[in-house]
């Protein structure tokens, strides 16, 4: 990291690398890259602003601020081909999302287990990594486009993970695994995790307080891009940022069948801190764990308090809750009954099982992670979520 900092500070008196994150460069690069100019009603723009403010109030490396600026041109040159493509298939607006299963809850509290056994139903489908980072057709010829945007997300893999080798421990990351859907909100720029990710404040404060709705609307685009080129399947889609914003996603999603996880968060705020810690060690060169612990504790909590807020107004019909402890030592009991409580088509179960006895690098024991190495005390988060434990009889122990 320190030596592609130092490679890409020789080169920014040449102009080949930013000094600084820029809204109009990102989008004079996008436009080049793609060939397009229609950036809609500009919906973006008030969140791209408040990101780029972010980030240059930030000690951001040179390396950070390379890969933001490439990250926003990837970003807007998505949003640009979305709007694109729907001019020239203006059919799409009228392909519904019918029913989309939602996975929410906090983050490592089994998500990505649910959300791909939920996979397995012959009638559902969840994202796989290469259609949520490139999730607009670029060819017209179904092999190729899936060629080339499969073997860009390949390329672009295959430098994370040699820039964050320690990732695949944590979290697997193919070409083609499920992953979460926040990435269809970054061509709008407001991306909830990127606060806590990022080790933005202001950028998340701005989200909290932002009107999520037209995000969601555009969100349900890609959704509905994706939907016409793959007909046959219903979505099962998967994001603990959903919980933070609620009432926008049940306002754009009116059938949605949401199936929410629960688990210790004295466990998944410890285990989530050593995930984000990769984040900000990559945009920052280093950082202070002791910061980034009560940080994500107090944004944990007030995802908490929104996302239950919004249930108890709005009841409990669209909601099923399932238990960390249960998904783990009883997942295929906890897959039925996800199907049968929202009238899903039955997972199979050899299918279930095989997945189940497979092999992963995140399966080997090789993540490590402590509350005090992150300034955080467990008697302490306990007490801060008591009224959550207790709801949903949350095992502690």
């Not at 040179?62 to 640009?80: I, P």
């Not at 764990?289 to 249930?311: D, M, Q, S």
């Not at 399966?363 to 300034?375: I, Q």
Request: glycine fraction near 6%.
């Amino acid at each position: 990291m320190r030596i592609l900092s130092a490679i890409i500070g020789i080169l920014q008196p040449f102009g080949l690398t930013p000094k600084r994150v820029n809204a109009d460069v990102i989008t004079k690069k996008a436009k080049k890259r793609t060939g397009l100019t229609d950036l809609g009603d500009g919906m973006h723009r008030v969140g791209m602003e408040q990101l780029v403010a972010a980030i240059e109030n930030s000690p951001l490396t040179d390396f950070g601020k390379f890969s933001s600026t490439g990250f926003g041109v990837e970003a807007l040159s998505n949003r640009l081909m979305m709007l694109d493509y729907m001019k020239k298939h203006p059919e799409v607006a009228e392909v519904k999302i019918d029913r989309p299963v939602f996975i929410i809850g906090f983050p490592r509290t089994g998500t990505t287990l649910l959300q791909n056994l939920l996979h397995l139903s012959k009638d559902r489908r969840a994202l796989e990594f290469w259609e949520l980072a490139n999730p607009i057709p670029v060819s017209d010829d179904p092999k190729k486009d899936l060629e080339r945007r499969q073997r860009r997300t390949k390329m672009r893999l295959a430098i994370a993970n040699f820039v964050v080798p320690e990732m695949k421990f944590i979290h697997e990351v193919r070409y083609n695994s499920l992953e979460e859907c926040w990435s269809l909100f970054i061509p709008q720029f407001t991306v909830p995790n990127w606060g806590m990710t990022s080790r933005w404040p202001d950028y998340g404060d701005f989200i909290l307080q932002h009107d999520m709705k037209p995000a969601y609307q555009e969100y349900k685009k890609f959704l509905q891009v994706m939907v016409h080129r793959v007909p046959d399947k219903k979505l099962i889609l998967k994001c603990p940022d959903h919980m933070w914003h609620l009432d926008a996603l049940l306002e754009v999603f009116p059938d949605a069948c949401i199936v929410w996880t629960h688990r210790d968060p004295s466990r998944s705020i410890p285990s989530y801190c050593s995930l984000a810690s990769l984040n900000w060690r990559l945009l920052y060169g280093q950082f202070e764990p002791k910061e980034l612990g009560p940080y994500l504790e107090e944004r944990f909590l007030t995802g908490i308090e929104r996302g239950l807020a919004v249930r108890d107004r709005v009841g409990e019909e669209r909601f099923l809750d399932v238990n960390f402890r249960t998904l783990l030592h009883e997942p295929e009991a906890a897959v039925n009954r996800i199907t049968s409580h929202f009238n899903l088509t039955p997972v199979n179960q050899e299918k279930m099982d095989a997945y189940l006895n497979r092999d992963r690098p995140d399966n080997r024991g090789k993540h490590n992670y402590s509350a005090d190495h992150y300034g955080l005390n467990v008697d302490e988060i306990k007490l801060k979520f008591k009224n959550y434990i207790e709801r949903f009889n949350i095992l502690t122990k």
